[in-house]
């Protein structure tokens, strides 16, 4: 036997304020009952009204180098050493460099950062 599960339809912001109010609430509910799949539900109606209206934009490339480098405990100077200096480093820090093409291919290989994140800045 299937259980219905009504949920609201969220097209306002109000209907998105009602809708996390009511998974506030339901946050603790057990998986495969009537509330889980209704925690589910609006999970995913949420998520496609905040996409929709909120939507997050690709990372800046400079802060996903600054966040590798924080992740990684790297340095600048160890930036330096993988891309061509303290001067480029300070240049791509204060925004009068972009990266080049050769910078993208070593930090991708290097440093794993997703190519298509450092690409967004290139040029």
Same mark, same amino acid.
């Given at each position: 036997?299937?259980?219905? @599960?009504?949920? /609201? @339809?969220?097209?306002?912001? %109000?209907?998105?304020?009602?809708?996390?109010?009511?998974?506030?609430? !339901?946050?603790?509910?057990?998986?495969?009952?009537? +509330?889980?799949?209704?925690?589910? @539900?609006?999970?995913?109606?949420?998520?496609?009204? +905040?996409? %929709?209206?909120? /939507?997050?934009?690709? /990372?800046? /490339?400079?802060?996903?180098?600054?966040?590798?480098?924080?992740?990684?405990?790297?340095?600048?100077?160890? !930036?330096?050493?993988?891309?061509?200096? %303290?001067?480029? @480093?300070?240049? &791509?820090?204060?925004?009068?460099?972009? &990266?080049?093409?050769?910078?993208?291919?070593?930090?991708?290989?290097?440093? %794993?950062?997703?190519?298509?994140? &450092?690409?967004?800045?290139?040029?």
């Amino acid at each position: 036997m299937t259980t219905k @599960v009504l949920v /609201p @339809v969220i097209k306002t912001e %109000k209907d998105y304020k009602a809708a996390l109010a009511q998974i506030e609430k !339901l946050m603790d509910a057990k998986a495969n009952s009537p +509330e889980g799949d209704r925690l589910d @539900v609006l999970a995913t109606l949420i998520e496609a009204y +905040e996409d %929709k209206h909120y /939507p997050i934009g690709p /990372p800046d /490339p400079i802060e996903a180098i600054k966040f590798r480098m924080d992740q990684m405990g790297y340095t600048r100077d160890d !930036l330096a050493r993988l891309i061509g200096g %303290k001067s480029r @480093v300070s240049e &791509l820090f204060s925004g009068s460099r972009k &990266l080049s093409l050769n910078m993208i291919r070593t930090l991708h290989r290097e440093w %794993k950062i997703p190519a298509d994140v &450092l690409i967004n800045d290139a040029g």
